[in-house]
């Protein structure tokens, strides 16, 4: 088996992984903050280590403002729900997932929010001018993927807070976290969306958002916290605010894990692998002849997620796949989640067929990929 | 103010709890996490019960914002600001 979909989910997770989810489960497994005893507070402090672990992660210091959810879309739902009022302008960019596009389109029904999605080249490059084009006196917000799930493109985001100016600038960071440094005093963004089960290695259902001070959100849930309970009225300080009803606490032990592999590891280790196995995957696929890469060049200092989408010449991506499928290799096929990306690319409305590595794939795993996809191609 | 023996605070959240919790500690302030007496709220959550002195208190919580304050001579609870 060759699992090539760590763009969708990592898999296989590490060893601490398992370890924390099962160690909670087993011998924790209260409801946090719920209650007085010693499991509901062992379990709250889990949430507490995880998040304070996780806030110093992307380079900040308040963790309160560091928000649990169950995935990155959920994170950027609360993100846009909760910022955007009645007439408010957004930009966008042509690279974005349905997670930030269908949340826009609500809005533009439902709020009278309007936005504008800037072009990016076919390799899925922003151009900051085109951003500060676009800027209107009722933009609030501007939101960016750092990292594309359909070509792996790294949008640089030097520049952008400058020129964005007031708005908030939302980063939708979901591919980029745990490949590379995602630090927000770096890229200055004012909301960090992110998922925990891709390159943070945590089981699925968690994700998390970090709200910069200053920046008020109108909560998407409503209910008990542990928090004032004698009081109907909704807590108003964080994270209580904007997490109520139980959280996914195994999911989250399972993200403490992660991290903890993480840090093992090295951040840097984890780059270097995943860089390797990407220019091995690119030039082996790019060797093959009516075999298209889509993005993975650029211009000077342009990066690159292990994230490959891929066509041969004449064949549908789903037919490849089911080939591929037959064969043990899993990738995947279609349009992503991200119609706009692909016709950025050129790709929509078939899509493309999509190898994303993880730092547990081998080199003789991407050799017999490149193999299975040449033999394909020559059928 | 009664004679006290224990100073007894409560925090909006549990997060403030345990970030409480984390600083005492790093300044090796004595405390102890207990359940929320039913008499002073009807939270079902936990609270930090010290026997060191304000001072004491205050520097180890670094200017944290604490919810309420009570000082507990055994018997009785009294709200003070700490």
Same mark, same amino acid.
């Given at each position: ?11 296989? %997770? ?11 489960? *087993? ?19 889990? =949430?507490?280590? +995880?998040?304070?672990? /996780? +806030?110093?992660?992307?380079?900040? *210091? ?29 930009? *966008? ?34 151009? $900051?001018?085109? !951003? ?7 933009? @609030? @917000? ?9 070509? &792996? ?13 007031? @708005? ?8 980029? =976290?745990? #490949? ?8 200055? @963004? ?30 998407? %849930?409503? &209910?008990?916290? &542990? ?16 997490? #109520?009803? *139980? ?26 692998? %995943? ?8 030039? &082996?696929?790019?060797? $093959? ?15 690159? /997620? ?30 992503? #989640? ?42 | ?8 605070? /409560? ?12 600083? /005492? ?29 304000? +001072?004491? !208190? ?25």
């Amino acid at each position: 088996m060759i699992y090539l979909d760590n763009a969708a989910t990592s898999f296989p %997770k590490p060893a601490q992984t398992i370890e924390y989810l099962n160690s909670f489960v *087993t011998n924790i497994g209260g409801n946090p903050g719920r209650s007085g005893h010693t499991l509901s507070l062992e379990a709250a402090r889990v =949430i507490f280590e +995880t998040r304070e672990k /996780l +806030t110093a992660f992307i380079g900040m *210091t308040d963790s309160e403002r560091l928000i649990f959810t169950q995935n990155g879309t959920e994170s950027l739902n609360m993100a846009l729900l909760g910022l955007l009022r009645e007439g408010d302008h957004v930009v *966008t960019t042509r690279m974005e997932h349905n997670s930030v596009m269908r949340p826009l389109e609500f809005l533009s029904h439902e709020r009278a929010v309007s936005y504008t999605a800037v072009p990016c080249s076919p390799e899925g490059f922003l151009d $900051i001018d085109d !951003i500060r084009v676009a800027l209107r006196k009722n933009t @609030a @917000a501007v939101v960016i993927n750092h990292g594309s799930n359909v070509t &792996g493109t790294v949008q640089s985001l030097e520049g952008v807070k400058d020129a964005v100016g007031e @708005a908030v600038l939302i980063v939708d960071a979901c591919q980029t =976290i745990g #490949c590379m440094p995602v630090d927000m005093e770096t890229i200055r @963004a004012d909301i960090l969306c992110f998922s925990g089960h891709k390159s943070l290695f945590s089981v699925q259902g968690v994700g998390a958002l970090y709200v910069r001070s200053g920046i008020e959100l109108t909560p998407l %849930k409503f &209910g008990g916290t &542990g928090s004032k309970s004698e009081s109907i009225q909704h807590p108003t300080f964080l994270p209580d605010r904007y997490e #109520c009803g *139980t959280p996914n606490t195994p999911g989250i032990a399972s993200l403490l894990g992660g991290l903890t592999f993480i840090e093992k590891e090295g951040l840097g280790t984890i780059m270097d692998r %995943k860089q390797a196995l990407r220019r091995m995957l690119v030039d &082996g696929l790019r060797a $093959i002849p009516g075999v298209e890469v889509y993005g993975h060049k650029g211009p000077e200092g342009a990066s690159f /997620l292990a994230t490959a989408a891929f066509n041969i010449e004449g064949r549908l991506p789903s037919d490849v796949g089911y080939e591929l499928n037959r064969r043990s290799m899993y990738v995947r096929i279609g349009l992503h #989640c991200a119609p706009m990306a692909h016709q950025t690319v050129g790709t929509f409305p078939n899509g493309s067929l999509r190898a994303s590595p993880g730092y547990f794939t081998g080199e003789d795993d991407i050799r017999a990929f490149v193999e299975a996809v040449r033999e394909i191609a020559g059928e | 103010m009664p004679e006290n023996k224990a100073f007894i605070l /409560l925090f909006r959240s549990i997060h403030d709890v345990l970030r409480a919790e984390k600083m /005492l500690k790093k300044q090796g302030v004595p405390h102890e996490l207990v359940p929320v007496p039913r008499n002073l709220s009807s939270d079902c959550g936990m609270c930090i019960r010290l026997d060191s002195d304000a +001072t004491e !208190i205050r520097r180890g919580l670094g200017g944290m914002e604490i919810d309420r304050s009570f000082a507990f001579d055994g018997e009785n609870y009294e709200q003070i600001e700490l």
